[in-house]
């Protein structure tokens, strides 16, 4: 039996790409899912009725993460509606890449409140029920932005930075509680952000990866899966890079 069995997880951001692919490992593992979207509400639906057809409870919700209230309301009708939370994937995020002196305030608030801001609302929103219960797990999908910084990136680097010292910091802070906080560092992966890319920019990113390949949404999920299984108990305040080998240290 899967050690996710029966548990409830919540995931922002899981409509589409990294997100859409860590729901559907959840529920193959037989765990509760609910999750968050902003803008692609056929997306939203369409995973939720391909979950429910597993027999697997799913629930979509249209929630802004950023903003703290709505976050709130929507973690504790997903616990009114499953009895209990389980799990937290931070994992909704946007980007908005431009060099700095051509970026503007609300591309940097934008990028901030979304990426760094959002992971606080619902690990906020989460974390009482965690600590009561003695027991949950947080995965935080970070980028090797955050651990290298990328030029044009300024927000989105400062952002992911920020959300590779949050999960250290509350690694920490609630580890006597039995709750674990780690975080999966992407490289260059397979979604809609990098079907942009024209065929000569793909290329040049081919060859600075060691392994040769652009990373797919799986494996990604896969990292995810490997932090909330039982194997994983003794790991907590990691950021662990899945990308091909872009950044070593």
């Known amino acids: ?10 995931v922002t951001g899981g409509s589409r790409g990294i997100g859409r692919a860590i729901v559907r490992m959840l529920a193959r593992e037989g765990c509760a899912v609910a999750f968050s979207y ?6 939203a639906l369409s995973l939720e009725k391909e979950v429910q ?3 697997i409870p799913c629930a979509a919700s249209r929630v802004d993460v950023k903003d703290f209230n709505q976050v709130k309301s929507w973690i504790e009708a ?32 934008a990028v901030l409140e979304t990426n760094l801001t959002g992971v ?15 027991s949950g797990a947080i995965v935080n999908i970070s980028s090797v932005s955050g651990v290298i910084g990328l030029p044009r990136q300024i927000n989105y680097s400062a952002s992911k930075g920020g959300v590779n010292a949050f999960t250290k910091a509350l690694a920490k802070e609630v580890a006597a509680y039995g709750i674990r906080v780690n975080a999966v560092a992407p490289g260059f992966i397979e979604t809609d952000i990098l079907s ?16 040769g390949r652009i990373g797919s949404v799986d494996d990604v999920a896969h990292c995810v899966k490997f932090l909330l299984s039982e194997q994983a108990q003794y790991i907590t305040g990691q950021i662990i890079q ?8």
């Not at 039996?1 to 919540?10: D, P, R």
């Not at 942009?196 to 392994?211: D, R, Y």
């Not at 899945?242 to 240290?249: A, E, K, P, T």
Request: some cysteine.
């Open 196 to 211: 942009g890319f024209s065929e000569e920019k793909k290329q040049e990113i081919l060859k600075a990866i060691p392994l």
């Open 78 to 109: 997903t616990k009114e509606k499953f009895g209990k939370i389980d799990i937290l994937i931070n994992n909704a995020g946007i980007i908005r890449d431009k060099a700095l002196m051509l970026m503007s305030p609300e591309d940097w608030e």
């Open 1 to 10: 039996m899967s050690y996710l069995k029966e548990k409830v997880a919540v």
């Open 120 to 134: 606080f609302n619902a690990s906020r929103s989460c974390i009482v029920a965690f600590m009561k219960q003695k």
């Open 242 to 249: 899945v990308d091909g080998g872009l950044v070593m240290r």
């Open 38 to 43: 902003q803008s692609s509400e056929e997306a």
């Open 53 to 55: 057809e597993l027999g």
